[in-house]
């Protein structure tokens, strides 16, 4: 486990969504109702678009383009509900945000 640190709690706020970088992994940062923290695959398992463009309520994160639905705290798809979004590890040291990106690979869906 190789944690690093990829943003500030202040750059991820509740009910906010962020991207990061970290070597080759695009993540969508998700400040959840209450207050936690999610890490996911940045890129809509559907057809690759930005999960950082889409809608985010606190609770339910939306892909802009077709508008594919998604449990921001386990990142499961709610419509359609055969999807799912790779989570990251995420711990939280103070006010830093780390990612763990070892080993976790984007899931993709039927088209
Ligand atoms: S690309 Fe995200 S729902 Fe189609």
Redesign the pocket.
């Known amino acids: 486990m190789a944690f690093q640190k990829v943003c500030t709690l202040d750059d991820v706020w509740e009910g906010e969504i962020n991207e990061v970088r970290v070597q080759e992994h695009v993540i969508v940062l998700v400040g959840l109702e209450g207050g936690d923290v999610r890490a996911f695959q940045g890129k809509?398992p559907?057809?690759d678009?930005p999960l950082c463009e889409g809608s985010f309520d606190g609770q339910v994160l939306m892909?802009r383009?077709?508008?594919?639905t998604f449990d921001a705290r386990s990142g499961k798809g709610i419509n359609p509900g055969d999807c799912q979004l790779a989570p990251y590890p995420v711990k939280l040291d103070g006010d830093d945000v780390l990612v763990d990106v070892e080993g976790i690979q984007p899931l993709f869906a039927h088209a």
């Open positions: 809509c559907h057809q678009i892909c383009a077709h508008q594919w």
